[in-house]
T-cell receptor, first 109, second 114 residues
Framework: AQRVTQPEKLLSVFKGAPVELKCNYS??????LFWYVQYSRQRLQLLLR??SRESIKGFTADLNKGETSFHLKKPFAQEEDSAMYYC???????????FGPGTRLSVLP | GAGVSQSPSNKVTEKGKDVELRCDPI?????LYWYRQSLGQGLEFLIY????????KSGLPSDRFSAERTGGSVSTLTIQRTQQEDSAVYLC????????????FGNGTRLTVT
C-alpha cells in the first residue's frame, strides 16, 4: 500500500536558519513525489515536484529512492515561508494522490 | 482562466440532515478528486473521477457518502444523514489527466455538523 509519513507536526525555526521538512514514503514502484503548501487563508497549491528538479521560492527537494525520502529544504528560512506543508505521492500508474499528514512550519522573527 | 470553484464555502447543518457540496473544476481538466481535511489528520482521499471511466470510490468512508460528476465537469459530493464526525473541510481538486499533471485545489467547503 502507498503511504506517506511526515514525522513532524510542527517545526519552528528562526528567520535566516536552514529548514528541512521530512517526508518518507512507502511504495514498491516508481512514484511521483510532490510538495504542496497551504499559506494562511489560501488554497492548497503545488510547491514543487521531483520530476521538475526545480527550485521554487528557494526550496528544493531530492528524491532518494534508497531511503524512500523526499525531504524539503531551504538554506535560509523567511517569515513568509510559515505555512502548512504536505508531501504527496502518486503511483506510476497515475491514479490516486496520497498525502502525508502535513507539517506546520513556523518561521520566527 | 478561473481556478477550481467550490460552493458553499461554509455549511452548518444539523445531525441527520443531508448535504450537497459542489465543485466546478478548471475547464478542460479531465480528472477530479475529492479529499477531506480534518484537524491534525492531513488529507484523506475520498473519490476520484477520470474522464468517462468508472470512479475510484475506494476512499469513501461509508455508504452515506456518494459523489457524481455530470457531463465530465461539475461534481457533487453528497453526505446523507450527517454525523458530527463528518465535520471537516472538503477539498476538491482537478488535473489535466492521470499522467504527470499536478492537482489544482479549490478553497474547500467547511462543513460543521451540530
Amino acid at each position: 500500500a502507498q503511504r506517506v509519513t511526515q514525522p513532524e507536526k510542527l517545526l519552528s525555526v528562526f528567520k535566516g536558519a536552514p529548514v528541512e521538512l521530512k517526508c518518507n514514503y512507502s511504495y514498491s514502484g516508481s512514484p511521483e513525489l510532490f510538495w504542496y503548501v497551504q499559506y494562511s487563508r489560501q488554497r492548497l497549491q503545488l510547491l514543487l515536484r521531483h520530476i521538475s528538479r526545480e527550485s521554487i521560492k528557494g526550496f528544493t527537494a531530492d528524491l532518494n529512492k534508497g531511503e524512500t525520502s523526499f525531504h524539503l529544504k531551504k538554506p535560509f528560512a523567511q517569515e513568509e515561508d510559515s505555512a502548512m506543508y504536505y508531501c504527496a505521492l502518486r503511483s506510476n500508474y497515475g491514479q490516486n494522490f496520497v498525502f502525508g499528514p502535513g507539517t506546520r512550519l513556523s518561521v520566527l522573527p | 482562466g478561473a481556478g477550481v470553484s467550490q460552493s458553499p464555502s461554509n455549511k452548518v447543518t444539523e445531525k441527520g440532515k443531508d448535504v450537497e457540496l459542489r465543485c466546478d473544476p478548471i475547464s478542460g481538466h479531465t480528472a477530479l478528486y475529492w479529499y477531506r481535511q480534518s484537524l491534525g489528520q492531513g488529507l484523506e482521499f475520498l473519490i476520484y473521477f477520470q474522464g468517462n471511466s468508472a470512479p475510484d470510490k475506494s476512499g469513501l468512508p461509508s455508504d452515506r457518502f456518494s459523489a457524481e460528476r455530470t457531463g465530465g465537469s461539475v461534481s457533487t459530493l453528497t453526505i446523507q444523514r450527517t454525523q458530527q464526525e463528518d465535520s471537516a473541510v472538503y477539498l476538491c481538486a482537478s488535473s489535466l489527466g492521470p499522467q504527470s499533471s499536478p492537482l489544482h485545489f479549490g478553497n474547500g467547503t467547511r462543513l460543521t455538523v451540530t
